[in-house]
């Protein structure tokens, strides 16, 4: 059974640029959660998305956005890009039931100069 | 909102010793409680899951347990070996807070061989 892959692993990006990130959830998996983790911060919630649908949305500000398709594979997408959006992104998916957990992707590391 | 602690921060052992590592969150109106291990620059492998009916979980050398009244929850490593060396998280899943998980800040465990 394939786990959750995270595309690409690696990203370097200049400031003021954007980027997109994709996760594809494990099969059967409907919920897909984004989260941002910094040394300082540690891990901060994104959002989730469950039917193509935002469920819940952390505190971040509206450069930050994603979607999610029909196949549940999301996307992120940061605009305008600066120095402090530099961290590991991590996307998990779980089966929308209460008693699942999360399964994570091995997250992509994005460094913005 | 919840809010999620781990103690130690940092912890060093010889090879062979059992170890304890602890998690306490502020409210106890939970889905369940998750143990990860992350290597440096890696994604979150889980190690266990909880849900809040249940008082232990175990996995091989690995036994964690739930006190929800408390608002606490352990993980005992038995025999640690060098490759256990990681950070540690926990992640704990609000009843009533949306479909978001919140994770402590971890605790970075080197076992010395």
């Known amino acids: 059974k394939a786990g959750v892959t995270q595309t690409p692993r690696y990203l370097i990006k200049t400031r003021g640029q954007q980027v997109t990130l994709s996760c594809s959830p494990i099969?059967?998996?409907?919920?897909v959660s984004w989260y941002q983790q910094t040394p300082g911060q540690g891990l901060q919630f994104l959002f989730e998305?469950?039917?193509?649908?935002?469920?819940n949305k952390g505190n971040f500000p509206g450069r930050f956005s994603g979607r999610q398709f029909s196949n549940s594979r999301s996307e992120m997408n940061v605009s305008t890009l600066e120095l402090g959006d530099s961290a590991l992104y991590l996307c998990?998916?779980?089966?929308?039931?209460?008693?699942?957990?999360?399964?994570f992707g091995s997250g992509t590391r994005l460094t913005v100069v | 909102k919840q809010e999620v602690t781990q103690i130690p921060a940092a912890l060093s052992v010889p090879e062979g010793e059992n170890l304890v590592l602890n998690c306490s969150f502020t409210?106890?109106?939970?889905?369940?409680l998750q143990w990860f291990r992350q290597d440096p620059g890696k994604g979150l492998t889980s190690l266990l899951l909880?849900?809040?009916?249940?008082r232990e979980q175990t996995s091989g050398r690995l036994n964690a347990s739930l006190d929800k009244s408390s608002g606490r929850s352990t993980l005992y490593i038995a025999a640690s070996q060098p490759g256990d060396s990681a950070t540690y998280l926990c992640?704990?899943?609000?009843?009533?807070?949306?479909?978001?998980?919140?994770f402590g800040t971890g605790t970075s465990l080197t076992v010395i061989p």
């Open positions: 099969s059967g998996h409907r919920s």
């Open positions: 409210d106890s109106a939970i889905y369940n």
């Open positions: 992640a704990v899943r609000p009843r009533f807070d949306g479909n978001q998980f919140y």
């Open positions: 998305y469950f039917s193509e649908t935002q469920r």
């Open positions: 998990a998916s779980r089966y929308d039931q209460g008693g699942y957990g999360y399964t």
């Open positions: 909880i849900q809040s009916s249940q």
